[in-house]
């Protein structure tokens, strides 16, 4: 088979090869991962995972493969090529590439579907010299049967994803799809059909990409979602000669150039404290962002962007997609031309920050918008806020993902206002609800001083406004100032919580809370418009503090005046 080259041709593998620095670095640590991988065994499901086993296995089968395919392609070393050979053999052993999770009466192709689509992809393109007629002949079957007809069949009539619902699913399902019909078109004219439907659907996931480059879903989905769409859209810019003339007159090789990619790395780029991401609201984890690291780079380089390329060179990767995309002419450019905060109003995220280059910086991190955001929690108006690289108001983050998370509508702690620096009235919290919304209304930025405020309103339990004031001081120590005020359409009682880290110390003293988390600290003075009750609730997932109004109220206030030491 011949190497189409979808994301780098052979001028590129001697770049790489013969490069030194930060690339020649990145080459050596994939070369190690793959030698690494040589003696480990294929990943296998694991039965013991509660949600998303197959997903999951085969999601490490593409990590495992792309690093062994490519070190192939890189050195010539046949040890790779048969690792990768065994990857794709456990591949086509499965009957089905669809989740059990994900199997619907409507849905016969789904995320693991794209996933295995991808790893397919780098297969036949880095190790096309060693993939005969035979073993060719029998992955074209096998994803003919197992992708192409179930995809098929999602589309004719379009099921739920590839009709009215846009997310990080989309791009999932196309990008390594597409990939596939580039490499297979000119044995099966049908895959030419194929392709123009997955850059009709990859137009809309670049459609559904804030204008003002947030993702609704967060930064964990920031990386999935767009990894999967990106390998496409390079895929297309490089092989415009491939593309039939419906896609070339379409401008298909130029989505490179869509305008929401110019603005999508500086979502995380506010989000990232160090090498690792903490703006962790709705199913996003705080974790090290080094996953990050192959968009940003592709990224940077598309948009010539050295802010950019400053946030990659900060992370680590031994993705291999990351050394093709490091652009090593590019060079980074610290961030002290940006502004240190932001509000990404379409998303409903104001991310207030003493620097956007200290790790260990003040940070301060409001949630805006609706309740019916994909991905999104019950946690209109919640808040984040960050000193010394540690959490001191924290967000629980991503659940652990069961059937009860996504079937079964159960409660999870994780997911509801409980969990987050929310309010609750009469202990009810928000609800599921594009009805319950909040944005912020001001954000203010005067160096020293930040000034934001947010307006939630949720009247089907009752709160006709709650309007949180933050001022954010910068001074040594720093301070932050919280004005609340609540007022609801009937009387009841309030509930203010906040979420300290599990590994923390909260203790409630006369008059003052305290809350100590490594060598960060949080001391909080609280002043409520009513008499009430101050408790520590140990709560095994993310232990907070409840501040509780003794009675109902139709109107209640609280004023926290907050001192930050780290």
């Not at 990857?87 to 590439?97: N, Q, T």
């Not at 004219?189 to 997955?198: A, D, G, M, S, T």
């Not at 992370?315 to 450019?333: E, G, N, Q, T």
């Not at 997911?415 to 909040?438: K, P, Y």
Request: glycine share 8%; hydrophobic share 40%; net charge negative.
């Amino acid at each position: 088979m011949n190497r189409r080259g979808l994301l780098l041709d052979e001028t590129d593998l001697d770049r790489i090869r013969n490069a030194g620095g930060k690339v020649g670095e990145s080459r050596e640590r994939v070369i190690a991962a793959a030698e690494a991988l040589l003696s480990a065994p294929v990943p296998q499901p694991d039965p013991n995972r509660p949600w998303g086993v197959y997903l999951t296995c085969a999601s490490e089968r593409l990590s495992q493969l792309q690093r062994c395919a490519f070190a192939f392609a890189l050195t010539g070393r046949t040890e790779f090529h048969e690792r990768a050979r065994a990857i794709v053999e456990a591949i086509l052993e499965w009957d089905s590439w669809i989740d059990p999770c994900h199997v619907r009466p409507h849905q016969r192709y789904g995320l693991m579907t794209g996933v295995v689509a991808q790893a397919l992809a780098h297969y036949l393109d880095w190790c096309a010299s060693e993939v005969g007629e035979e073993e060719l002949a029998t992955i074209a079957d096998h994803y003919r049967r197992k992708a192409i007809e179930p995809l098929l069949h999602d589309l004719e009539p379009p099921k739920r994803f590839f009709r009215d619902g846009v997310n990080n699913w989309v791009a999932v399902m196309v990008g390594g799809a597409g990939m596939m019909a580039l490499l297979l078109r000119d044995r099966e004219p049908f895959q030419e059909q194929i392709l123009e439907r997955c850059v009709f659907h990859l137009r809309r996931y670049l459609t559904w990409l804030n204008a003002d480059g947030s993702i609704d879903e967060g930064g964990g989905y920031w990386t999935f979602g767009l990894g999967h769409a990106i390998v496409l859209i390079e895929a297309l810019r490089r092989h415009a000669d491939l593309l039939p003339g419906s896609l070339r007159w379409r401008l298909a090789h130029e989505l490179d150039r869509t305008p929401a990619l110019m603005q999508v790395g500086y979502f995380p780029f506010y989000c990232i404290e160090g090498d690792t991401y903490v703006v962790n609201f709705g199913d996003t984890h705080l974790a090290s962002a080094d996953p990050m690291q192959p968009n940003l780079r592709w990224l940077a380089r598309n948009a010539g962007d050295g802010h950019l390329q400053w946030l990659a060179d900060r992370l680590s990767s031994d993705s291999p997609l990351a050394l093709i995309w490091h652009d090593p002419d590019l060079a980074p450019l610290p961030p002290d031309d940006l502004p240190p905060s932001r509000v990404f109003h379409d998303a409903g995220w104001g991310i207030m920050r003493a620097s956007l280059d200290d790790p260990e910086g003040v940070l301060l991190a409001v949630r805006a918008a609706h309740n019916a955001k994909t991905h999104s929690h019950r946690d209109l108006g919640t808040f984040i806020l960050r000193a010394g690289g540690r959490g001191l108001i924290v967000d629980p983050g991503c659940p652990v993902y069961c059937a009860d998370y996504w079937i079964n509508g159960a409660f999870t702690y994780g997911r509801e206002t409980i969990g987050h620096n929310c309010v609750l009235i009469d202990g009810e919290g928000q609800r599921r609800s594009e009805e319950e919304r909040a944005s912020i209304t001001r954000f203010e930025d005067l160096g020293d001083r930040k000034f934001m405020t947010v307006e939630v309103r949720a009247e089907e339990i009752g709160l006709a406004l709650h309007r949180r004031e933050f001022a954010l001081t910068l001074n040594n120590p720093a301070t932050l100032t919280l004005a609340d005020e609540v007022r609801l359409t009937r009387p009841g009682v309030v509930t203010w919580l906040l979420h300290f880290d599990p590994e923390a110390e909260a203790e409630v003293g006369e008059g003052s809370i305290v809350i100590r988390n490594g060598g960060a600290s949080l001391t909080i003075s609280a002043n409520p418009s009513d008499p009430v009750s101050v408790t520590v609730e140990d709560h095994p997932e993310v232990p907070y503090i409840a501040i509780e109004t003794a009675e109902p109220v139709e109107r209640a206030t609280l004023d926290l005046t907050c001192t930050i030491e780290a």
